[in-house]
C-alpha cells in the first residue's frame, strides 16, 4: 500500500500531462493518466501505427500499464473507411489481467477508443466477442454486462455493436 503511494506519486510526475506525438517510425502515440476504483494511477497508451512509408495506419492499439510500468491489459482496433459511407471501427480485442478487471479500466479504455473512433468520423463500432471469455456462465454474464452498459448490442452471433452519434 505504501509504495504504491510512492508509484502512483512518480506516474503523476512522469506523465502529468497527456502526451502525444509521432516515434521515429511514424507511429502515432498519446498517453492518458488515469485513476482508477483501487485508488492506483494507469497509463493508458493509444498507438496508431505507421506503415514503411511511415503514413498512418488503419490499426491501432490501447496497451495498458500499471504503476510498476508492467502491460497489464490491451484494446486493439481497426478504422475501415474504405467506404466514405460506411466509415466504422472493428474493436478487434479487449483484454485485462485478472486482478486488474472490474476496476473502471475497461470502461476507461473503450470511452478513449470511442472518442478517438468519433474523431476519426466513425459512424459506428462493431466487433465480434470471443469464446475465451465463456468459460464460465459467470465470466460470459461479465463480459456481456460490460458491453451493456457501455451502450453496446450483443446479437446471437456474437456480433456487437454501437452507433455513434456525431
Do not use: W
Not at 14 to 26: A, K, L, V, W
Not at 34 to 56: F, G, P
Not at 64 to 71: G, L, P, S, T, V
Amino acid at each position: 500500500m505504501f509504495t504504491n503511494y510512492f508509484r502512483n506519486k512518480k506516474m503523476k510526475k512522469q506523465y502529468s500531462e497527456n502526451n502525444c506525438g509521432f516515434t521515429s517510425d511514424g507511429s502515432y502515440i498519446e498517453d492518458v493518466l488515469v485513476k482508477a476504483k483501487d485508488e492506483n494511477m494507469y497509463l493508458i497508451r493509444h498507438t496508431q501505427y505507421a506503415d514503411e512509408n511511415k503514413e498512418l495506419t488503419t490499426f491501432g492499439i490501447y496497451r495498458i500499464f500499471n504503476n510498476k510500468d508492467k502491460q497489464i491489459g490491451h484494446l486493439k482496433y481497426v478504422f475501415n473507411n474504405k467506404d466514405k459511407n460506411d466509415v466504422h471501427m472493428i474493436l478487434c480485442d479487449i483484454y485485462f489481467d485478472f486482478l486488474y478487471r472490474n476496476i473502471g479500466l475497461g470502461s476507461k479504455t473503450l470511452a478513449l477508443f470511442e472518442k478517438r473512433a468519433k474523431c476519426y468520423g466513425a459512424q459506428y463500432i462493431t466487433g465480434k466477442l470471443s469464446d475465451v471469455d465463456e468459460q464460465t456462465p459467470y465470466e460470459k454474464a461479465l463480459r456481456d454486462a460490460f458491453y451493456l452498459k457501455a451502450g453496446y448490442e450483443i446479437f446471437i452471433s456474437k456480433e456487437i455493436h454501437k452507433n455513434l452519434s456525431k
